[in-house]
């Protein structure tokens, strides 16, 4: 993986937001914490603070200035909440991560924050190739500190490892269910519903019709689609066992691929499916 930026934090004057930034950092893959005259600064404390975050707070430099805190990146990004006269383009967050993990082959890269109340000065902006800005609401710009600091880890994190990356193997191809299984699943879900008397009230035909639609954007595999039909099938062998089938309908009164009384069994393979429907 692409190594991450390192986050430098610009005069902090919190405690709280110097220990949430470590957190965040643990949280993203962050290995490199960087603070400009911090107000306060406790190990102790921050480690206290953010729980099993102590190789964090071992790594974390100081340094009197940022110009200092830069000086062997080779390309910096500067997060701002305000407009400059001077006109710079400003980068959205997911922009701005994917810029700086594409330079951090060519050395160390790093974003950089401001003071809780004030931000960045003028001058360390310009010490910064690029600006980027989170957009929230215009009329209350500013987020807490360590907000934007995760917002950024998480945005780098992305960048780095691919937001859309498989988090398991793919699974093998399931095989699709053929119209013909369909078929089957949607006879004998009519013979359940009707031996439930659930078409009592209702119309058949339109109530059949709906189930269709929604098992057809289900977009079943096969194994899905032995599996609902063996659950109207063990419906039916149970009302069955209660006499209710005698007043089914001459076409409901067999599964799907029985013609007949003498039909006495399923097809071959059709056992298979009603009892192994939950399984492979």
Known sequence: MTAPPIVVLVEPQDLVNIAATVRIAKNFGIEWV???KPRAFDPYRIEGIAHNTGDIVDRIRMFD???AALSDCVHAVAMTARERSAKRSLLRPRVAAELVTGLADEGPVA??????DKGLTNDELDRCQTL????TNPHHRSLNLAQAVAIMGYEC???REGID???KPPRRRAVRARMDDLDRTFHDWHRALWALDFFKSRNAENVM???REIVFRGDLDLREAKLLRAMALETVHYLARHG???DLPESLRFPAGMKGPREAEPPEGEAAESNGGGEG
């Open 165 to 167: 990356q498989a988090r």
């Open 132 to 135: 980027a800005t989170i957009a």
């Open 157 to 159: 994190w992305n960048a």
């Open 209 to 211: 019709r709906s189930f």
């Open 65 to 67: 200035t940022l110009e």
């Open 244 to 246: 209710v089938l005698a």
């Open 111 to 116: 974003v950089v924050f401001g003071r809780e």
């Open 34 to 36: 960087r603070l400009v």
